[in-house]
């Protein structure tokens, strides 16, 4: 007979380190820093065509300022989801799809890219129309970068140190919300 163990499916992965456990670490770090190269390049390449067919992107300097700012929410996303990667394994999976799906789908390449494309295609020319919406982007930035933080705060720290494994967290229970953590954010 056989054994029913054997035949069960997979459970899901509960973690981050549990998803990419089939993965070297010196593999994610090639894809971390070609991902982001890639996105540098097209972001530059991009900045270069435009300003190279419209005389009037050096005329406006806050065209420059929208799309650099945009620029930097969408590597950052990709930074976040491959520090989470690297340095945070004990993350639930669905912090990660809530990052990949929320932040960078639904706000960066859903509204954001909508907004930072409309602004340009129409060629606005009202620098506080573009100043608002580069205020705008960089508010999601700094967004991002706390949730960054608190993720570090929440997941982070060696799992085989017993002081940092046992480190108040904050989100836990109310009696541990007021004690200091540990952060572990190497930037």
Not at 61 to 72: D, E, I, N
Request: net charge negative.
């Amino acid at each position: 007979m056989e054994d029913r163990a054997s035949t069960a499916p997979a459970p899901e992965p509960q973690t981050v380190g549990e998803t990419v456990v089939h993965m070297s670490r010196c593999e994610i770090w090639t894809l971390a820093v070609f991902t982001e190269a890639a996105f540098i390049a097209f972001f530059v390449g991009m900045t270069h065509a435009k300003s190279a067919t419209s005389p009037s992107s050096s005329a406006v300097p806050w065209r420059l300022a929208l799309w650099a700012s945009y620029g930097v929410y969408m590597l950052l996303v990709f930074l976040v989801m491959f520090y989470i990667d690297l340095f945070l394994p004990r993350a639930p999976v669905a912090v990660m799809e809530k990052l990949r799906d929320v932040g960078g789908e639904a706000v960066g390449v859903g509204a954001l890219n909508l907004m930072v494309s409309v602004v340009l295609a129409v060629e606005v020319r009202g620098s506080r129309v573009l100043a608002g919406c580069t205020a705008v982007l960089a508010a999601f930035v700094v967004g991002l970068v706390a949730f960054w933080e608190w993720l570090a705060g929440r997941y982070g720290g060696d799992p085989l140190d017993p002081a940092t494994a046992a480190a108040p967290r904050i989100g836990g229970s109310s009696e541990v919300a007021g004690q200091p953590y540990v952060t572990h954010l190497p930037i």
